[in-house]
């Protein structure tokens, strides 16, 4: 199962209560209002002692709540249901490891937290709102989703419910694979608390009389080896009717009193703990970055404690012993009735093949076949756009094979930020290096949770003769950029290029909504080479007619759009302005957005994630509307849709309006040109978002999402599955 980024990627228990996202009640002091007196109105004097803008953790928070009502909603398969509690779960974790440990970090000081109100009320803020969160997600895995699983003949089996045929086969399997690997740690003075690794299954078990040597130890600890499987499989002649499956939890907890021989078990409860997984290295004073990197992801697993999961009825004793050593407070800790890793249960849905219980089958329709050299035949004549995972990835592998494989081909050149373990596109890379192709590839080692991969393909490709370099330092490389130099017609280069909104990641193509772009335009692929220049030369980079690049230009010139927008509009002409992407928090592009409502600009933002913009508030953001689109994919393209009086401005980009895109990585916004393509921008990435009534969640001015609904004899319609219709193969089944 894919972990969406991530799908980082969520939603609210009950529609009608969407989301808790809490306005700040407090603006910070010296905290000014946009000016609006172009307009007329003026705020409200609530608005004036209220923040103008909504809290960030609470916004990331409510995303989730929003990707917990895909799991609340019965029209959706059941193992979809199951994927979409396992997403809410990954996504609580990375919340954790980063948001959460990145707040905690900068409020500690000599091992203290600050013990400042503003800080200690976002905690607790945090913690309600994950407690409530979480506690929602186990409800609804125990009362709904496991049991009518159940009912379509797949069984997550507990001890209780296992008759004694399976009792016997669990007993063996925990003799044969699992009791072996355990080591049982007693706790004494020559015992001392084992390192916990980072989201690692534990026990803490609670044990009476005395010892083998006399003494009365009464803790110990017991890890579960990472190499075991945490959902298993019982064989087929012990399901009755189905699947039948039991936790590595379970198996263990059935026996554990097993591994204490002569002693009495009194209690015993599973324990997970969460880290501050960021990495970390001053990247002005390392010598290789690789190496560096290489070191902290051995550490990575045992960083700063940030929370504590254990069973629903683990005794308060045994919470509280835990709680001190990771020296963690109350709030932090996360009793749970199941599985304290409930991203596991993803496995099952692999197991699964039963169709029913999943989305009907979706098939991307490609583009027309071609041979290696058709591809640059086909570009000279027109660019290529692609909308993912509606159109193929492999269309973007077929040009990166091509050019390996092309005789004319001189160099390659592209940037990596995600690709993951296993990759045709890296492939086709090494395989352009040994036949003896200029490739350079810039390999971003800071993204974050694929350091290891990104530093083993940067080892591959150094090593088939590529050049490899990371980027900038102290900025992520995330731009998405591909560069194709190719000998023609009286030995002139010629430049072909792609530019995509997503990763060159072949697996999350179908699960992310994405757009790329091919071209040979001459002025478009040439900044790219500069780019890449740039990036590997780290000279100053030339002023760029058609790419914004941060971070030097990307935030100035979206804000300059917007203001071009807002000039449009005192003006009397129509000013328009619809933007796309994953979160939107940037201060001053927030504000720019402020002051283009103020002057009478109709704006629409399509926001999936964290928004900390506050709309339809009067005098202030009356004319900006905010929504999400929660779906089957995860909303990922970034498009920023100027009207600029009828010339219709259409930009895709790699990057969200956030500080850390617009000033703390490498982004690259990039212009759609022909007029046909701006067309299918908007009619495919804009206007069924904005139409949607199924998927959608409208964000008040409040800081609350309410989901959208067909009304009267209105017909619902999802963006998604409108575009699953029209641009692919989708079974009938699915079909409105």
């Excluded at 999400?628 to 995860?634: D, E, K, V």
Aim: neutral net charge; charged residues 25%.
């Amino acid at each position: 199962m894919q972990n969406q980024d991530v799908i980082n990627s969520a939603d609210d228990g009950d529609a009608n209560e969407a989301s808790t996202v809490n306005p700040l009640k407090n603006a910070a002091p010296g905290t000014k209002l946009p000016r609006i007196a172009r307009t007329g109105k003026s705020a409200s004097s609530e608005l004036a002692r209220t923040a103008i803008f909504l809290d960030r953790e609470m916004s990331q928070i409510a995303f989730n709540w929003r990707v917990l009502a895909q799991a609340e909603d019965k029209s959706i398969p059941l193992l979809e249901r199951l994927k979409y509690l396992c997403i809410v779960g990954s996504n609580l974790d990375e919340f954790f490891e980063v948001r959460v440990a990145s707040l905690l970090a900068q409020n500690t000081i000599d091992g203290e937290l600050v013990q400042h109100p503003a800080f200690l009320s976002t905690l607790k803020r945090i913690s309600s709102e994950c407690h409530q969160l979480t506690e929602r997600q186990y409800e609804l895995l125990n009362q709904e989703i496991l049991p009518q699983l159940s009912k379509k003949g797949v069984h997550l089996l507990r001890h209780s419910e296992r008759n004694e045929a399976q009792r016997a086969w669990v007993k063996s399997y925990f003799e044969r694979e699992v009791r072996p690997l355990l080591t049982p740690i007693g706790l004494d003075p020559a015992h001392p608390f084992p390192q916990v690794v980072n989201k690692s299954l534990n026990f803490i078990v609670s044990l009476a009389g005395k010892d083998a040597f006399g003494r009365g130890t009464a803790i110990a600890i017991v890890k579960a080896p990472r190499v075991l499987p945490r959902i298993i499989k019982l064989p087929d002649e012990l399901s009755v009717d189905g699947l039948s499956f039991c936790l590595l939890s379970s198996v263990i907890h059935s026996h554990i009193a097993d591994l204490f021989n002569g002693r009495d078990v009194i209690n015993y409860s599973q324990f997970r703990v969460t880290r501050d997984s960021d990495l970390w290295v001053d990247e002005e004073e390392v010598k290789n970055l690789r190496q560096a990197l290489q070191g902290e992801l051995q550490t990575r697993q045992f960083g700063a404690a940030v929370r504590l999961e254990v069973a629903k009825n683990c005794p308060e004793d045994l919470s509280r012993f835990l709680l001190e050593q990771f020296s963690l407070d109350h709030d932090r800790l996360y009793p749970v009735d199941g599985p304290v890793n409930m991203v596991r249960l993803g496995e099952i849905v692999d197991h699964v093949k039963q169709p029913s219980l999943r989305f009907p089958p979706f098939s991307a329709k490609a583009i027309g076949k071609y041979s290696h050299t058709d591809i640059f035949t086909l570009l000279r004549k027109q660019d290529i756009l692609l909308h993912h995972p509606f159109q193929p990835f492999q269309t973007v592998i077929d040009f990166i094979r091509s050019a390996s494989l092309d005789p004319n081909v001189v160099a390659i050149k592209q940037t990596i930020y995600r690709t993951g373990m296993n990759s045709d596109l890296m492939e086709s890379l090494i395989t352009a290096a040994r036949l003896g192709k200029e490739v350079t590839v810039i390999v971003e080692l800071m993204a974050r949770f694929d350091e290891e991969a990104n530093i083993n393909w940067a080892d591959k490709l150094q090593r088939a003769g590529a050049q490899v370099v990371y980027g900038v330092v102290g900025l992520k490389t995330h731009a998405k950029l591909a560069l194709v130099i190719r000998r023609e017609e009286a030995g002139t280069l010629r430049h072909y290029a792609h530019l995509g909104t997503g990763n060159y990641h072949p697996s999350t193509t179908r699960f992310y909504t994405d757009f790329g772009l091919l071209t040979a335009h001459p002025g478009i692929a040439a900044e790219v080479n500069e780019v890449f220049i740039h990036l590997t030369g780290l000279t100053k980079p030339k002023k760029l007619e058609y790419l914004w690049l941060a971070p030097f230009a990307l935030q100035p010139q979206i804000i300059k759009a917007i203001r071009n927008e807002a000039r449009i509009a005192r003006e009397g002409r129509p000013g328009r302005i619809i933007a796309k992407m994953n979160a939107l928090l940037d201060e001053s592009v927030i504000r720019a957005l402020y002051a283009a409502s103020a002057d009478g600009v109709k704006i629409d933002l399509i926001i999936r994630g964290a928004c900390a913009l506050r709309p339809g508030v009067p005098g202030l953001s009356e004319n900006i509307r905010v929504r999400s689109i929660i779906g089957r994919f995860l909303e990922h393209s970034r498009i920023y849709y100027f009207r600029n009086d009828l010339a219709h401005d259409v930009h895709l980009a790699s990057a969200d309006w956030m500080n850390r895109n617009l000033f703390r990585r490498i982004e690259v916004a990039f212009p759609v040109l022909e007029k046909s393509l701006k067309k299918r921008v908007i009619s495919e990435g804009l206007d069924p978002y904005l139409k949607d009534n199924t998927n959608a969640w409208i964000l008040d001015s409040d800081g609350q999402y309410e989901r959208k609904k067909a009304r009267g004899k209105q017909a619902s319609f999802g963006a998604q599955q409108y575009l699953m219709q029209q641009l692919g193969s989708l079974s009938a089944s699915e079909d409105e």
